[in-house]
T-cell receptor, first 112, second 115 residues
């Protein structure tokens, strides 16, 4: 069966520090991968998606970047965090087109 | 911007009652999906309804889709305390070409079911 791992679960980082969040998927090949951010009490906003290794599309301008070094690995990064980067970050995957997405448990990032 | 708008923002009911949540969206879609989120957790997919479908059932869940009104509703029958969670609708927009599952989420409805 397919599983998705996302870590860490919580993270407190100072302003100006770098960020690296990792997500891996098991049990499937060539998934579509996504990074979403959820502000407190609100819906999810798509940040990045990837349909293959090295293929990254950004949905909103921001201080973050994403990379996909392996088929089932998706990384969210920042060189210098801002206070506004605080939020709940969720990784997700899907296969094919017009199908449902499966989410990781999320990382709660607090920038102080 | 968020395409889906959900109504109500919060819903409080007693165990055994039915809960209805509504979602409106703005553009053409390939499908509409409903997700559930327990506090501080990831989202769990509940049901997907395609643009050419009008109603779908899964256990105690019933989803309707009206593409002419660009709206959907989620009905949870005989609710339980364990149904307490946030519920989100998400649309897979049909903007021409392949969407690759880039979902646009509503703001969600917070459902509280009192035992």
């Amino acid at each position: 069966s397919q599983t998705i791992h996302q870590w860490p679960a919580t993270l407190v980082q100072p302003v100006g520090s770098p960020l690296s969040l990792e997500c891996t998927v098991e049990g499937t090949s060539n998934p579509n991968l996504y990074w979403y951010r959820q502000a407190a009490g609100r819906g999810l906003q798509l940040l990045f998606y990837s349909v293959g290794i090295g293929q990254i599309s950004s949905e909103v301008p921001q201080n973050l970047s994403a990379s996909r070094p392996q088929d089932r690995q998706f990384i969210l990064s920042s060189k210098k965090l801002l206070l506004s980067d605080s939020g709940f970050y969720l990784c997700a995957w899907s296969v094919g087109v017009y199908t449902e997405a499966f989410f990781g448990q999320g990382t709660r990032l607090t920038v102080v | 911007s968020q395409q889906g708008e959900e109504d109500p923002q919060a819903l409080s009911i007693q165990e055994g009652e039915n809960a209805t949540m509504n979602c409106s969206y703005k553009t053409s879609i390939n499908n509409l999906q409903w997700y559930r989120q327990n506090s501080g957790r990831g989202l769990v997919h509940l049901i997907l309804i395609r643009s050419n479908e009008r109603e779908k059932h899964s256990g105690r869940l019933r989803v309707t889709l009206d593409t002419s009104k660009k709206s959907s509703s989620l009905l949870i029958t005989a609710s339980r305390a364990a149904d307490t969670a946030s519920y989100f609708c998400a649309t897979d927009p049909n903007a021409g070409g392949t969407s690759y599952g880039k979902l646009t989420f509503g703001q969600g409805t917070i459902l509280t079911v009192h035992p």
